[in-house]
T-cell receptor
Framework: AQSVTQLDSHVSVSEGTPVLLRCNYS??????LFWYVQHPNKGLQLLLK??????LVKGINGFEAEFKKSETSFHLTKPSAHMSDAAEYFC?????????FGTGTRLLVSP | NAGVTQTPKFQVLKTGQSMTLQCAQD?????MSWYRQDPGMGLRLIHY???????DQGEVPNGYNVSRSTTEDFPLRLLSAAPSQTSVYFC?????????????FGEGSWLTVV
């Protein structure tokens, strides 16, 4: 069975400061992991994905994530937050024929 | 660039009414699925299909029916709407059902059952 845990339901940062959104996963085999972003009343947009190639994955809009097998983590980071980053972020693990979503982390960015 | 198209975007239903959420993709993807999104629960899988003529249940299938008569279309039917089905629904597709394939989502359908 696979599962994913997003450790924070809300994260608040100031514009220009680093962003860290935490995700731990559980998988009985080598997982594929994704981060999606959802802006208010919008669909889900793929930020980045890990599929057993490089452990440091770079995505869109300056985001990146590092796959750490020993820690079963896939945390999302960005060096400097922008107001437009305010959204909900979902960590996702894939298995055969389905995705398993985390419960989401809402990122709040203040001026 | 159509991708995954869902209709309608917004719908209000009365309890007991039936309706169909439409989903179409133009990428020739084999795998299509429906999710519902509820506050604090992420997205939960309702039904999925690995190809035309093949469907299966996900995590929360009760109250919903699906069919897949063509590769492009995967409609979701609510037979007798209940307030518990008030949610945001997302259709998704990918090339295959294999792990690692990027999943593409529609824009969502906001459904309210009163």
């Amino acid at each position: 069975a696979q599962s994913v845990t997003q450790l924070d339901s809300h994260v608040s940062v100031s514009e220009g400061t680093p962003v860290l959104l935490r995700c731990n996963y559980s998988s009985s085999y080598s997982p594929s992991l994704f981060w999606y972003v959802q802006h208010p009343n919008k669909g889900l947009q793929l930020l980045l994905k890990y599929t057993s190639a490089a452990t440091l994955v770079k995505g869109i809009n300056g985001f990146e994530a590092e796959f750490k097998k020993s820690e079963t983590s896939f945390h999302l980071t960005k060096p400097s937050a922008h107001m437009s980053d305010a959204a909900e972020y979902f960590c996702v693990v894939t298995g055969f024929q389905k995705l398993v979503f985390g419960t989401g982390t809402r990122l709040l960015v203040s001026p | 660039n159509a991708g995954v198209t869902q209709t309608p975007k917004f719908q209000v239903l009365k309890t007991g009414q039936s309706m169909t959420l439409q989903c179409a993709q133009d990428m020739n993807h084999e795998y299509m699925s429906w999710y519902r999104q509820d506050p604090g629960m992420g997205l939960r899988l309702i039904h999925y299909s690995v190809g035309a003529g093949i469907t299966d249940q996900g995590e929360v299938p009760n109250g919903y029916n699906v069919s897949r008569s063509t590769t492009e279309d995967f409609p979701l039917r609510l037979l007798s709407a209940a307030p518990s089905q008030t949610s945001v629904y997302f259709c998704a597709s990918s090339v295959t059902s294999g792990s690692g394939n990027t999943i593409y989502f529609g824009e969502g359908s906001w459904l309210t059952v009163v």
